[in-house]
C-alpha cells in the first residue's frame, strides 16, 4: 500500500464489516415477531403481521424465569469464589513466592491450557455426594477459571509496590488487613475484569451443566434454550423470541460495562 | 521485609479448589483411560490398552483428531488476520470508532450454543440469508447446502466461529497498539516509511506481546471447540466434521465412559503438546523484557 487509504473509504469499510455483526442479530431479531410460517423462512423482512404473542409464549414456561435465577445464582457465587480464592492465592505467589508457591503459579499457568476432564468430573462428584448440587458446580467453575484468574493478578499485583507493605505492616497492620485494606482496593480494576469474564464464561456456558447438572429444576438458561429448540423447533417465531429474551440482558450488561471489559482486556492481556 | 512472613496459607483455598475439582480429575481420568468402564456394566475393569489400541484403529479418531488440528490452525490464522485487520482500521480516528469497537465485541459476549442456532438458520439451504444473498447478485452458483454438504461444512463452522471471535483478537491488538510510542511512528514517517515499510518495522515487531496472547488463546480455545460445532451439525456430515469433544459427546452418550475418557485423555495429550512449547516460548520472552 503506498498511501493510507482515505479516513472515509476505511469507515465505510469498517461499517459494511459492521453490517455482518448486526445482521444476524437483525434477522433474528424480526423473525421473533413472525408467526409460525413466516419465520420458518428466516428471512430479513419485517413480520405481515406483528406476532407479539410468540413472547408471551415465551414467558409463560415457568422454567425459564428458573433458568435465569439458575444462571445468576451460579454467575454470582463463582464470581466471589474465584475473586477471593484467587486474589488471595495471588498475593502470597507473588509476594511470597519460593519453590512450592512457584510451583503452584505454574500448575495454574498450565490449567490455563489443558482442557477439563470432563467424564471423570461427574464420577468425581459422584464420590463425594454432590453430584447435581449448586456447591458441584460453582466448584467446577472455580476450578476452571482460577487459572486465568490467577494469572491475571499476579501479573497485576507486580506493579503494586512493596513499600506500602512495609509501611502497612510498620504501622502494626496484619497480613489479612493488608490484603483487605490495601491491596485489594488497588487490584479492584482487575477485579472487575476477573468478574466480567467470569460472568460471561459461567452464564455462557453449555458445556458444564450439560454434563454435570441432570436434575432440571437446576438448569441454567443456556441448557434451557437446548431444550426448548429441540421441543420448539417447528415453530422458529419462539425460538427466536426465546433467544432474543436470553441474549437481552446479556447485551444490556455489555453496554453498560463494556469500556471495563475492553479496558480490562488491555491492561490483563498484554500485561500478562 | 521477609518474603517467608507472608502467610501461605492465603493460597489454600484456591489450591484445594483446584486440587481436587481440576487436578483429581485428570489424574482420575487418566487411571479411567485404562479400564472398560461402562454405564452399563456392574464393574468397572482394568484393561490396560484397550481402549488406546482401539481408537487408533478407529478412523472416526483419525477424522475427529485431523479436523481439531485444520479447525485450531484455520481458526488461529484468520481470527488473527481479522482481529489484526480490524484493530488497525479502529486505531485510526474515524468517526464511528467507539460503536463500531463496541459491535465487532458483542458477538464474544454471546452463548456459542444461541450463535449455533442462530447460524443454523443462516446458513439454511433454502431460506437461509446467505444463499438468498448470492441468489439475489447472480452467484447462483455459490448457493451451497453450507452444513449438509461434506465439502463446504467445516469450513462454515470455521467461518462462523471467526464470526464470533475475531472481535476478541481485535481488542487484544488494539491493547498492544496503544503500547507502541506515536512517536515512533511520527518519525518512521518523517523518515519516509511507508504504511506498509512502518508496519513492518516498527508496528509488528512492536506487537508481538498482543501476537502471543492471540496465538496462545485461539489455538488452546479452538482445540476445545465443542457447542458450535454440536449445534451447526452433530460432527456430521458423516464424520466429516466430528473433533475431539462431539466424539467424546457422543461416546458419553452410549454409555463407554471409559472409552470416551481415553478420547478425553488424547485431546489432554495434543493441547499439552502444542500449548506448553508455546507458553513456554511467552514465558522466556517476559523475563528478556
Same mark, same amino acid.
Given at each position: 500500500?503506498?498511501?493510507?487509504?482515505?479516513?472515509?473509504?476505511?469507515? #465505510?469499510?469498517?461499517?459494511?464489516?459492521?453490517?455482518? !455483526?448486526?445482521?444476524?442479530?437483525?434477522?433474528?431479531?424480526?423473525?421473533?415477531?413472525?408467526?409460525?410460517?413466516?419465520?420458518?423462512?428466516?428471512?430479513?423482512?419485517?413480520?405481515?403481521?406483528?406476532?407479539?404473542?410468540?413472547?408471551?409464549?415465551?414467558?409463560?414456561?415457568?422454567?425459564?424465569?428458573?433458568?435465569?435465577?439458575?444462571?445468576?445464582?451460579?454467575?454470582?457465587?463463582?464470581?466471589?469464589?474465584?475473586?477471593?480464592?484467587?486474589?488471595?492465592?495471588?498475593?502470597?505467589?507473588?509476594?511470597?513466592?519460593?519453590?512450592?508457591?512457584?510451583?503452584?503459579?505454574?500448575?495454574?499457568?498450565?490449567?490455563?491450557?489443558?482442557? +477439563?476432564?470432563?467424564?471423570?468430573?461427574?464420577?468425581?462428584?459422584?464420590?463425594?455426594?454432590?453430584?447435581?448440587?449448586?456447591?458441584?458446580i460453582?466448584?467446577?467453575?472455580?476450578?476452571?477459571?482460577?487459572?486465568?484468574?490467577?494469572?491475571?493478578?499476579?501479573?497485576?499485583?507486580?506493579?503494586?509496590?512493596?513499600?506500602?507493605?512495609?509501611?502497612?505492616?510498620?504501622?502494626?497492620?496484619?497480613?489479612?488487613?493488608?490484603?483487605?485494606?490495601?491491596?485489594?482496593?488497588?487490584?479492584?480494576? +482487575?477485579?472487575?475484569?476477573?468478574? !466480567?469474564?467470569?460472568? =460471561?464464561?459461567?452464564?455462557n456456558?453449555?458445556?458444564?451443566?450439560?454434563?454435570?447438572?441432570?436434575?432440571?429444576?437446576?438448569?441454567?438458561i443456556?441448557?434451557?434454550?437446548?431444550?426448548?429448540?429441540?421441543?420448539?423447533?417447528?415453530?422458529?417465531?419462539?425460538?427466536?423470541?426465546?433467544?432474543?429474551?436470553?441474549i437481552?440482558?446479556?447485551?444490556? !450488561?455489555?453496554?453498560?460495562?463494556?469500556?471495563?471489559?475492553?479496558?480490562?482486556?488491555?491492561?490483563?492481556?498484554?500485561?500478562? | 521485609?521477609?518474603?517467608?512472613?507472608?502467610?501461605?496459607?492465603?493460597?489454600?483455598?484456591?489450591?484445594i479448589? @483446584?486440587?481436587?475439582?481440576?487436578?483429581?480429575?485428570?489424574?482420575?481420568? @487418566?487411571?479411567?483411560?485404562?479400564?472398560?468402564?461402562?454405564?452399563?456394566?456392574?464393574?468397572?475393569k @482394568?484393561?490396560?490398552?484397550d481402549?488406546?489400541?482401539?481408537?487408533?484403529?478407529?478412523?472416526?479418531?483419525?477424522?475427529?483428531?485431523?479436523?481439531?488440528?485444520?479447525?485450531?490452525?484455520?481458526?488461529?490464522?484468520?481470527?488473527?488476520?481479522?482481529?489484526?485487520?480490524?484493530?488497525l482500521?479502529?486505531?485510526?480516528?474515524?468517526?464511528?470508532?467507539?460503536?463500531?469497537?463496541? #459491535?465487532?465485541?458483542?458477538?464474544?459476549?454471546?452463548?456459542?450454543?444461541?450463535?449455533?442456532?442462530?447460524?443454523?438458520?443462516?446458513?439454511?439451504?433454502?431460506?437461509?440469508? +446467505?444463499?438468498?444473498?448470492?441468489?439475489?447478485?447472480?452467484?447462483?452458483?455459490?448457493?451451497?447446502?453450507?452444513?449438509?454438504?461434506?465439502?463446504?461444512?467445516?469450513?462454515?463452522?470455521?467461518?462462523?466461529?471467526?464470526?464470533?471471535?475475531?472481535?476478541?483478537?481485535?481488542?487484544?491488538?488494539?491493547?498492544?497498539?496503544?503500547?507502541?510510542?506515536?512517536?515512533?511512528?511520527?518519525?518512521?514517517?518523517?523518515?519516509g516509511?511507508?504504511?506498509?515499510?512502518?508496519?513492518?518495522?516498527? =508496528?509488528?515487531?512492536?506487537?508481538?506481546?498482543?501476537?502471543?496472547?492471540? !496465538?496462545?488463546?485461539?489455538?488452546?480455545?479452538?482445540?476445545?471447540?465443542?457447542?458450535?460445532?454440536? =449445534?451447526?451439525?452433530?460432527?456430521?456430515?458423516?464424520y466429516?466434521?466430528?473433533?475431539?469433544?462431539?466424539?467424546?459427546?457422543?461416546?458419553?452418550?452410549?454409555?463407554?465412559?471409559?472409552?470416551?475418557?481415553?478420547?478425553?485423555?488424547?485431546?489432554?495429550?495434543?493441547?499439552?503438546?502444542?500449548?506448553?512449547? =508455546?507458553?513456554?516460548?511467552?514465558?522466556?520472552?517476559?523475563?528478556?523484557m
Amino acid at each position: 500500500m503506498r498511501k493510507k487509504l482515505s479516513p472515509f473509504a476505511l469507515e #465505510i469499510l469498517a461499517i459494511a464489516l459492521a453490517l455482518l !455483526i448486526l445482521i444476524p442479530f437483525f434477522m433474528i431479531f424480526v423473525n421473533s415477531f413472525k408467526g409460525i410460517r413466516e419465520s420458518a423462512l428466516f428471512g430479513l423482512s419485517l413480520p405481515s403481521t406483528w406476532e407479539f404473542s410468540n413472547y408471551k409464549d415465551v414467558f409463560k414456561q415457568d422454567n425459564i424465569l428458573r433458568g435465569f435465577k439458575n444462571s445468576f445464582l451460579l454467575s454470582a457465587l463463582v464470581v466471589v469464589c474465584v475473586n477471593l480464592f484467587a486474589s488471595m492465592a495471588a498475593f502470597v505467589i507473588q509476594r511470597r513466592g519460593g519453590k512450592f508457591l512457584n510451583g503452584v503459579y505454574m500448575a495454574f499457568i498450565m490449567g490455563l491450557i489443558v482442557p +477439563v476432564s470432563i467424564i471423570p468430573t461427574i464420577r468425581l462428584m459422584d464420590v463425594l455426594h454432590i453430584k447435581g448440587t449448586y456447591f458441584s458446580i460453582v466448584m467446577y467453575y472455580t476450578a476452571v477459571l482460577l487459572p486465568f484468574a490467577v494469572f491475571l493478578l499476579v501479573g497485576f499485583i507486580k506493579s503494586v509496590p512493596r513499600e506500602l507493605d512495609e509501611a502497612a505492616i510498620l504501622e502494626g497492620c496484619g497480613y489479612f488487613r493488608l490484603y483487605l485494606k490495601i491491596i485489594l482496593p488497588l487490584i479492584s480494576t +482487575v477485579l472487575v475484569t476477573v468478574s !466480567i469474564v467470569v460472568i =460471561v464464561s459461567v452464564w455462557n456456558d453449555f458445556f458444564g451443566p450439560f454434563y454435570l447438572v441432570t436434575d432440571s429444576t437446576k438448569w441454567t438458561i443456556v441448557l434451557q434454550v437446548f431444550n426448548f429448540v429441540t421441543l420448539y423447533s417447528t415453530n422458529w417465531g419462539i425460538v427466536f423470541a426465546f433467544m432474543i429474551v436470553v441474549i437481552t440482558p446479556v447485551l444490556i !450488561i455489555y453496554l453498560f460495562l463494556q469500556r471495563y471489559i475492553i479496558d480490562g482486556l488491555t491492561a490483563g492481556s498484554v500485561k500478562g | 521485609m521477609e518474603k517467608s512472613k507472608y502467610p501461605l496459607y492465603f493460597s489454600f483455598p484456591a489450591i484445594i479448589v @483446584f486440587l481436587v475439582f481440576f487436578i483429581t480429575p485428570t489424574v482420575i481420568g @487418566f487411571y479411567y483411560s485404562f479400564t472398560d468402564w461402562n454405564i452399563n456394566a456392574s464393574s468397572i475393569k @482394568f484393561n490396560g490398552l484397550d481402549n488406546y489400541k482401539e481408537l487408533f484403529n478407529e478412523p472416526r479418531l483419525k477424522q475427529a483428531f485431523t479436523n481439531t488440528l485444520i479447525f485450531a490452525a484455520a481458526v488461529t490464522v484468520l481470527q488473527n488476520v481479522a482481529g489484526l485487520g480490524l484493530a488497525l482500521i479502529l486505531n485510526e480516528k474515524l468517526k464511528l470508532r467507539n460503536l463500531l469497537r463496541m #459491535i465487532f465485541f458483542m458477538p464474544y459476549v454471546i452463548a456459542p450454543l444461541v450463535i449455533g442456532y442462530i447460524f443454523r438458520a443462516i446458513y439454511h439451504p433454502e431460506h437461509g440469508i +446467505v444463499n438468498k444473498f448470492f441468489d439475489t447478485i447472480g452467484l447462483d452458483f455459490m448457493m451451497q447446502d453450507w452444513l449438509n454438504d461434506p465439502k463446504f461444512a467445516l469450513f462454515t463452522i470455521i467461518i462462523t466461529d471467526i464470526w464470533r471471535v475475531a472481535g476478541f483478537s481485535m481488542v487484544v491488538y488494539l491493547a498492544g497498539l496503544q503500547f507502541i510510542p506515536k512517536d515512533l511512528i511520527e518519525s518512521a514517517s518523517i523518515d519516509g516509511a511507508h504504511y506498509w515499510t512502518r508496519f513492518k518495522h516498527v =508496528v509488528f515487531p512492536l506487537l508481538a506481546p498482543a501476537f502471543t496472547v492471540n !496465538i496462545l488463546l485461539a489455538m488452546i480455545g479452538s482445540m476445545k471447540v465443542f457447542e458450535i460445532v454440536m =449445534v451447526l451439525t452433530e460432527g456430521g456430515p458423516g464424520y466429516t466434521t466430528e473433533v475431539f469433544y462431539t466424539y467424546i459427546r457422543n461416546t458419553f452418550s452410549s454409555g463407554e465412559m471409559g472409552y470416551a475418557t481415553a478420547i478425553n485423555m488424547l485431546l489432554f495429550a495434543l493441547v499439552t503438546l502444542v500449548g506448553v512449547p =508455546v507458553l513456554m516460548a511467552m514465558k522466556k520472552r517476559e523475563v528478556e523484557m
